[in-house]
């Protein structure tokens, strides 16, 4: 059975374009499987060094033992030369975290919404608090004892992490 030409015309050009497609994905899946191989400029650039960042009045707000999520406010000070960019944030104590931003809405009300990322700047700070930035433990696993110091690690895009002690307090306390 022959296929009219037309037909033949787009299997070949079908088959050129996996073919292209392969050729493009071939070298990039060389560089993932090869470990010999020189890592390119973004990876060579991960780390897993500490961020450095001087952490001041950590809070975690206490919850009733029924809700499941609470904030994370607090001052983060970037003592280092370049932007800190944050990535996220986890704990033992919550199933994930996330990042948070306050936003204006079209009607002029503040609402929350995720961020994939919270920057500190070179030499200067970022301030968590309820009507600003701030960060979300959600899924908590167990109810957080008032006064208790949690453990939360903050990640950078660039692979450094900072360990931040938190106070669980309840909210508006010192
Ligand atoms: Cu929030």
């Known amino acids: 059975m022959s296929y009219p030409i037309s037909r033949r015309m787009l299997l070949g050009a079908a088959l050129a374009a996996a073919l292209g497609v392969s050729v493009l994905i071939l070298p990039v899946l060389a560089q993932q499987m090869d470990h010999s191989m020189p890592m390119p400029a973004a990876a060579a650039r991960k780390s897993t060094g500490t961020l450095p960042i001087r952490a001041m009045n950590a809070t975690v707000v206490a919850v009733p033992p029924i809700i499941r999520e609470t904030s994370v406010f607090g001052t983060l000070m970037n003592t280092g030369k370049t932007p800190i960019v944050i990535s996220g944030v986890r704990s033992t104590v919550a199933g994930h975290g996330m990042l948070m931003v306050m936003e204006k809405a079209a009607g002029g009300m503040q609402g929350m919404s995720t961020a994939k990322t919270l920057t500190i700047p070179a030499g200067g700070k ?13 899924k908590l696993r167990r109810p957080l004892k008032v006064g208790e110091t949690l453990t939360l690690t903050l990640s950078a895009a660039d692979g450094r992490t900072f360990v931040l002690k938190a106070t669980v307090r309840k909210p508006g306390a010192p």
């Open 126 to 138: 970022l301030v968590l608090s309820d009507t600003g930035d701030h960060l979300m433990l959600m």
